[in-house]
């Protein structure tokens, strides 16, 4: 088999276990805070939503530096680092005593991590440029898989186990997607001369990375899409209460409604990913978002929770066509040996969007209503279409297209 096949297929794996052990623990962040002491339960709203929003934050702050080191010190560095750095933190914080000690651990956390923009740059520099819009598909299926299951099996494990063994058992999870990589992974990375390619501080970075218009429009694109993905999320679940007629299974409604959208993005991704390589990762990105506007829109004028179901399914088979096909951009404008820095800035954007996206979307639907925010996320959605026509649907060459 060809080395980047390997290299995909296991990280296929890592993204799964490292995101299924992210999210396992979500089902359960508010009871274990119960445990944790906390009794009122606006305080435990509050508690849990600084929590949730700690990892994104430094996440944010943090990605450039990791991805000018990945540059200098290769990918695979970085990629072994965020992982076993991470296993480390999620099993401390299973021996959490108060939620402060929760909040610092998950600070912690997205400060180091970088599994996800550590094994795209290395598949994107590993991959045949005919096949970088597959390869992209296929590891967003993963992390989209380990996504929908991961809430599921933490929810159901902690029933057996309590809360605190999640913990230990998702630290678990992603040390064996790290020594998988560490054992099976390889990378052509020639130290010497990479570092030499581009020698920048992460602002010297930014600022190269800048003067290529495309990249600067990539990672708006990717705010302004997270935000639209995400405004309406959390309040999903309200939603199918006011749509619901059978109030014993709205926990169920509502987990299927939010589980609809991962399903068909999980299989989706690979098949546009290959459309992309066909096509244009361009054309294949102004399409999906055309989809998703298509799909965001009915959402507010839906009667039952049946039509909900089959808006979101539609809608997360073109989300299976955005992230990809960003991803896919990224390589294909960045400057040689620049390319981890430019998927950690993607990274800080992605989690830009989803910081502000749940805060956004609460804030408004105060104004206008869960429905509202269904058009404010096809407005943004449209915005981001006339946005990548006018930044990427013209002929440029890219930046780099005679080193890569």
Known sequence: MERWKINLAVLWIGQFLVMGGMTMIIPFLPLYLQELGLKDPDEITLWAGIIFAGNFVTSFLFQPL?????????????????????????????????????????????????????????????????????????????????????????????????????????????????????????????????????????????????????????????????????????LVPLFVQELSHDPSNIALYAGLVGSMSGFSNLFASPLLGRISDRLGAEKVLVLSLIGAVLCFIPQAFVTTVWQLMAARFLLGVCMGGMLPSINALIGKYTPKGMDSRAYSFNTSALSLGNMIGPVGGGLLAGFMGIRGIFIVSAVLLVLNVLWVRSTLLKKSTPHHASSK
């Open 66 to 234: 990791w991805g000018k080191l990945a540059d200098k010190y290769g990918r695979k560095m970085m990629l072994l680092r965020s992982g076993f750095g991470m296993a480390a933190v999620m099993a401390t914080m299973g021996l959490a005593m108060v939620p402060w000690h929760l909040l610092v651990l998950r600070l912690i956390n997205g400060t180091i991590s970088g599994f996800n923009p550590a094994a795209v740059s290395l598949m994107a520099a590993s991959t045949p440029k005919e096949h970088r819009g597959f390869v992209m598909g296929i590891l967003q299926s993963g992390s989209v898989a380990g996504t929908i299951f991961g809430p599921l099996l933490g929810g159901l494990v902690a029933n057996e186990v309590g809360y605190r063994p999640i913990f230990y058992i998702t630290g678990a999870l992603i040390f064996a997607a790290s020594l998988l990589a560490m054992a099976l992974v390889k990378e052509d990375f020639q130290r010497k001369t990479e570092a030499q390619e581009a020698p920048l501080s992460v602002f010297g970075g930014w600022q190269e990375l800048k003067r290529i218009p495309q990249l600067p429009a990539l990672f708006t694109v990717t705010v302004l899409l997270q935000f639209s993905m995400l405004s309406s999320m959390p």
